[in-house]
């Protein structure tokens, strides 16, 4: 499953890349807490439990990846491409293509956190 959420904001890659990193998680959503690691992989807090967790910058941006999940979470944040070169692009995938209806409204509310801090922060 696939999800994109647009946020008006204009900003950069270096800005993106300096503001979101694994110590900034909570300043950007409630559930997520970055718990003990390094820069580009620690033991973090979520919706979910407690996961490992991956961060790399990438191109445009960043990514986040749940590396012990069974839905194998991703999701990047990224600016200067399509569908929107002005606008943050969240872009959140899983591994499947049903989930039970319960955890599809968890990931919305996980996005929503996600989009709310995006928008509070840029």
């Known amino acids: 499953m696939e999800y994109f959420k647009v946020i008006e904001k204009t900003t950069c890659e270096n800005i993106l890349q300096e503001k979101i990193n694994p110590q900034t998680l909570d300043l950007f959503t409630e559930s997520m807490l970055f718990l003990e690691g390094n820069s580009t992989e620690f033991n973090g807090l979520t919706l979910w439990g407690e996961f490992q967790i991956s961060y790399a910058k990438i191109k445009g941006g960043v990514r986040f990846t749940l590396l012990d999940c069974p839905n194998a979470l991703a999701w990047t944040i990224t ?10 692009i969240l872009h959140v995938t899983i591994n499947r293509i049903q989930k039970p209806q319960e955890f599809i409204e968890e990931l919305d509310d996980f996005i929503k ?8 922060n840029f």
Do not use: D
Not at 79 to 88: D, H, Q, R, W
Not at 113 to 120: A, C, K, Q, T
């Open 113 to 120: 956190e996600w989009e709310e801090g995006l928008n509070r």
């Open 79 to 88: 600016t200067g491409y399509p569908p929107n070169k002005e606008a943050i």
